[in-house]
Each structure stands twice: as structure tokens, then as C-alpha cells.
């Protein structure tokens, strides 16, 4: 089993958390041994190693942890067997009958017997500090939202006053050692002592002069706010944390409107994870709240997502509702029945019009708009490969989907074809896999399908090192990569503080108020991430095989860094589409070359792949031959079907009609009334 493999089956994602992890786990059947035999001396260094792989796990937020306490041996847990251990320990060495062991049992039994309260009061603090709402870039100056608990008694506070037991455990090992009874009696007091004073200073912080307004005079300041600002267009999202994505790809264009944004989100986690904006953002858990907040000044709310939240936000009549979807693709999500439910359908191009028209679902061709894709802007299109530099061919496949559609993934039945076959072509080419998010999460196969896949480019890559082919590229760039690497740590190191690492801090309260994201900021981060990027492709050579999970390196930066794609049936090939390269696409469902290109408007210039993946020579002739690319033609075609005109630009048109439908609702207001309107949005 490789080192990485081990890492994923475990949860970690380093060498030094798979350590960390298994100095845990080796720990406590050692103290039990060490505890039986006795050996205090043993017992003290193995414990001491417990305590530092539990806290660096911790420190690092390794995931395993979260695998623990499904298993139920959380953190708790994990104390109380190791004083057990301690207990066993003394009981071997012939402790138990004196006074101080006695004392020392009675103290922990007070240690854990005060663990009841500061957690409920933790919890109290908690829940009565977080908002009804959080927010960013949204100025609460003038809502009283004082200062809550200092971050030191905060943040994993379970995690620190559990280590407040330290001074008993190392006051009993030192009397074991030392055979005098002082130390323990000192540990053994000084442990609920800490956990008392840290009881009596999170006290001071329930006073209600130390807590934000009840929901109700915070939703009235909301209200205030919303008619002081006036937002005009919303973007609004609700999804699982891992779906961020859908709203992060809109959040530059919401930027770049001519109306007054406002992003709406409704999951606490997506705005952890949202992406550094300098849009006003208020997420709002509640669908009581949503409904009753006044948002009669918007006029255009735009929806990434059909999900069944967004029907908390439909229901409001003065404004104009939009699906405007996270990609463009032949896939059934984009021919969804509930687009039915908008006022207007956006697509890319004609080609989304068209699928609309032949799957008629109820979507009328006067409802939908072409505005192109404003996100596409940085894709780069084909340039020259350096000489001597192997083709790149990325596979992005997409997830499993909702239903067991052979067609929905190549992973499933095709995807190591695909990736066996790129790995032992006859002309090297470097392999980067990079799966979407969502993997796995539905139907185990193509989890497992995909581990199998990271299995085989690790394997590969593994034997690439080791050609004497590439040994001696690899000798030659080893001073350019090592600076790229050293590059790429400075900028992790630099990095942080922005409005969504602070809003992962619990005190709702204090995030909202100070989580304003400075103008200049998204610039600066942009211009980070770029030298992040370019170190990151610079950081191992061009010839190495990748696998690339995470949000970073973003999907548009592999295409970039890309010669050809193979993909499936999603919104990853029509976006290809626009850097004008060679791909290929997988018929899973195997209807055959002519049927698929039929039903798939997308793969109309693709090299289309069987479950076999026999028709892969063909990709590789075109990037390798460009005479031999037969469909280049074919693929500037279908680029402006899908994607539309290059002028206007996206962008101009994607304002224009936001523009537009925002008069539309406007004149429906002032038909209606707009006064009584807004009494509906507010009473209903």
C-alpha cells in the first residue's frame, strides 16, 4: 500500500498528520503495556507523545478527527482513557491504598463533574451571541455588537480545558517517580482549579450588556439597512458546503454590475468558504427571517442553483427571478422543468436555447436570454508548446450525478481505460486528473473507481522519476523548482486574514461586524493566487503526472496549463470549448459516435470515446500533429453556438440584460402599485 493511498484511507492529507496520526493510535496500547509492566519512565514519554499528536491533529484540522468521534473515540474520549491508563498505573506500583491516590480519584471525578458547566455555558455564549444573520462588507457600526469573549478562551475551548488536567497527570507521574506525594496532591487540586477560573471568566460575557440585540431588533436594523442601501440585483445560492463553487464562479461578474448588488446566502458553511468579494453578503439560515426581511427594493434576483430553497426568495413580486445556472452542458440538470419557475432562463448561446426547445419542458423560447459566460474571460487559447515538452492531456470527469445513468460519469466504466491508455501511449504525454468535487459522495463505486485512478498516476509517476529519460530533465530544473517551491511556501505563509478565514471563528457576532473586506483586497488576493499558480505549475516538472483535488489549482488554470482535455457530458467541456483546443468525450452510455453527437450538442467537434477508450489515438494525433487535427474548424464553429459572439462582450451583455429586466419589474411595480406590493412582500 503507497504512503498516499495509506493518507486517504486514514483521513490525513500530509506525512507529518499520517505521523501525528499514528502516534495516537500506537500510544494507548503502549501506555496500557507500560502501565501492566510497570514502567513509569516509559508510561511518562509514550503519554507526553500522545498529548503532541492529539494536539497537532487538532492544530492542523486534520479530518481523521471527525473519523474518531463517528467511532466514538472523540476527544473526551481519548482523555478519560488515558487517565485510566495513569489510574492502572498507580494501582501497579502500589499507590492505590494511599491517601493521595484517593484524593486523586475524587479529582478527577470534579474535573469532568465541571466539564458539565462550561460546556453548557460555552454553548449559551454561543448560541445568544450568533445573529439571526452573518454578513460581509456590510457596515453593523450602528448595531450595539460588543466585544465578546477574548479568541483565547473561545476557540476549541473544549480542546483547552480538557488540557487542564496536564498539571494532575504530570503531578501523579512525577510522585511515581519521585515517590513523594507532594506533586500529586498539587496536579491533583490545580486541575479543577484551572477549569473553575476558566468558568469564572467566561462568566462576565453572559451579561446582556456584553450580548448582540435579541433576533428581532437585529432583523429591524436589517430592514433599516436594506432600505438605506437599496440593493437592486441579488445573487442568491443554497447548497451543500462542497457546492461553493456555484457561487464563488458569479461573484467577479456581480462585481462588475452596473446595479447594486447583494449576495444571499442561506448555509452558514457557504458563507465560510465563499470566495473574497467585495459584495455586500448576508447569509440568512432561517426561511421565517428570509421572508420576513424587506426586500421589496430588489428588482433581479439570479439563482446559480435549482434547489428548493429558492423558493423563499421567488415568492417576493416585486422583482424579476433568473436562473442563470453554474455551467452550460448537454447534462438533464440543464433542461430542469424548474427552470419553469422564472420569469427568465439565461444560457451561454443558441445552443442552450435550442435544448430547451427540443426538450420541451415548459420553458418558452421568449423567456430565455443569450448573455454568453462572463466567467470564461480567463481562459487562454491555444498557444505553442515549448520544443521538447511532452503534450498535457487533462481528465476532468464529472461526478456520478443523482441517478445510476451509466451515462452520467466515465469513471465508473471508463475512466481507467482512459487513464491507462494516456499513461503507456506510445507518445508520452503528462497526465493531470483532476475529478470533481463531488465524487463519490453518492454512490461508493465511483469513489472507489476514483481511488483505483490515483492509484494508477501515482503509480506511473513513480516509474516516471525513475526513467533515465526523464531523471536527467528532472536534474536540470531542479534549481527552478526548488525556487518555485520556495516561492509557493512564501505565499501560503503570507496568506490569510481575509473575511472568510474569519468568519470560520464561532462568534458570529463579532465576524459580522468586522467582516469588511477592504476595496483593494480581492486585487491583492488575485494577484497572490497568480504567483501561487504560477509556482504551483513551476513547482514540479512538465512531465510529471498530477492528481489535483481542492479548489486550487481552479479548473480554468488546469485548462490552461493544458493541451487537451477528455471529459464527460458536463458544463467542463462546453467551458473547454472557449479555449479552442482538442478534446475528447466519453459515451459512457455507449449510443454510439452518431447518436451521442445527436443528443450532445456539445461534443459536436469532440473525439468521442467508447467505454474502451480505443478512439484516444485520435486526440492524441491532434495534439501532437496539427495537421492531423481535423476538427479544429468544426470546434471554432461550435464555439460560437455554444458560447455566442465574442462583441459585445459577455459581460456587456450579461449587464444589458440585467439592465432590462430590472426595468421590466420596475414598470410591473409602478403598474401595480408598488407601495401595496411591498406591503405583500413585508405582511405575507
Known sequence: MTAGLLRRLVGVTSGAELLAALVVVVSYPLMLLTALLPATGAFAVVAALSYLGDHY???????????????????????????????????????????????????????????????????????????????????????????????????????????????????????????????????????????????????????????????????????????????????????????????????????????????????????????????????????????????????????????????????????????????????????????????????????????????????????????????????????????????????????EGWTDDPGNTSLLLAGENIVRKLLTAERPVRVIYKPHPFTGTRNPAAGAAHQRIVALIEEAAAARAADPRWAAEAERTAADRATAQATLRAVEQAGGGSAAKLATVWDDASVSRDAQTPADQAAVEERAFAEWNEAFWRSFGWWEHRVITGSQPRLFDCFNESDALVSDISSVVSDWIASGKPYAVSDSAELGADEFRRQNTAVRAAVILSNDAAQLDELLDAVTSPGADALAQDRVELKHYLLGPDEPTSLERFNAAVNALAARAEARNQALGEAGTAAVVSTS
Open 57 to 399: 491533529l487538532h492544530r492542523s484540522g486534520s479530518y481523521l478527527l471527525v473519523r474518531m468521534g463517528k467511532a466514538r473515540v472523540g476527544l473526551t474520549v481519548r482523555f478519560l482513557v488515558r487517565q485510566l491508563l495513569l489510574v492502572l498505573l498507580l494501582a501497579r506500583t502500589g499507590w492505590t491504598d494511599e491517601t493521595v491516590a484517593q484524593v486523586a480519584v475524587v479529582g478527577l471525578l470534579a474535573f469532568y463533574a465541571l466539564q458539565v458547566p462550561h460546556t453548557a455555558l460555552v454553548t449559551v455564549l454561543r448560541r445568544k451571541r450568533r445573529l439571526p444573520f452573518a454578513t460581509r462588507n456590510i457596515d453593523l457600526s450602528t448595531m450595539p455588537v460588543p466585544d465578546g469573549a477574548p479568541r483565547w478562551l473561545t476557540h476549541r475551548a473544549v480542546e483547552k480545558v480538557l488540557h487542564a488536567e496536564v498539571p494532575m497527570f504530570a503531578g501523579l507521574l512525577a510522585m511515581v517517580l519521585t515517590e513523594e506525594t507532594l506533586p500529586g496532591y498539587v496536579g491533583t487540586v490545580a486541575a479543577p482549579a484551572l477549569v473553575l477560573l476558566y468558568l469564572l471568566a467566561l462568566l462576565p460575557y453572559l451579561r446582556a450588556a456584553k450580548l448582540p440585540p435579541d433576533p428581532e431588533g437585529a432583523l429591524e436594523w436589517f430592514d433599516g439597512w436594506l432600505r438605506e442601501h437599496r440593493p437592486e440585483t441579488a445573487l442568491y445560492f443554497s447548497g451543500s458546503k462542497e457546492s461553493v463553487y456555484q457561487a464563488d464562479m458569479w461573484l467577479e461578474t456581480m462585481e462588475r454590475l452596473d446595479s447594486k448588488p447583494l449576495v444571499i446566502l442561506r448555509e452558514r458553511a457557504i458563507l465560510n468558504r465563499l470566495a473574497t468579494t467585495t459584495v455586500p453578503v448576508v447569509c440568512v439560515p432561517s426561511a421565517v427571517h428570509l421572508m420576513n426581511m424587506d426586500l421589496s427594493m430588489l428588482r433581479v434576483g439570479l439563482y446559480p442553483a435549482n434547489v428548493g430553497k429558492n423558493l423563499h426568495l421567488l415568492r417576493v413580486p416585486t422583482m424579476k427571478h433568473v436562473f442563470i445556472g453554474h455551467g452550460d452542458s448537454d447534462k438533464i440538470a440543464s433542461i430542469n422543468p424548474y427552470a419553469k419557475a422564472y420569469d427568465e432562463v439565461w444560457s451561454a448561446g443558441r445552443a442552450g436555447r435550442d435544448r430547451y426547445a427540443l426538450a420541451d419542458v415548459g420553458v418558452r423560447d421568449e423567456d430565455i436570454v443569450e448573455v454568453g459566460r462572463p466567467q470564461l474571460a480567463s481562459i487562454l487559447p491555444a498557444s505553442a508548446r515549448p520544443e521538447g515538452r511532452v503534450p498535457t492531456v487533462l481528465y476532468a470527469p464529472t461526478w
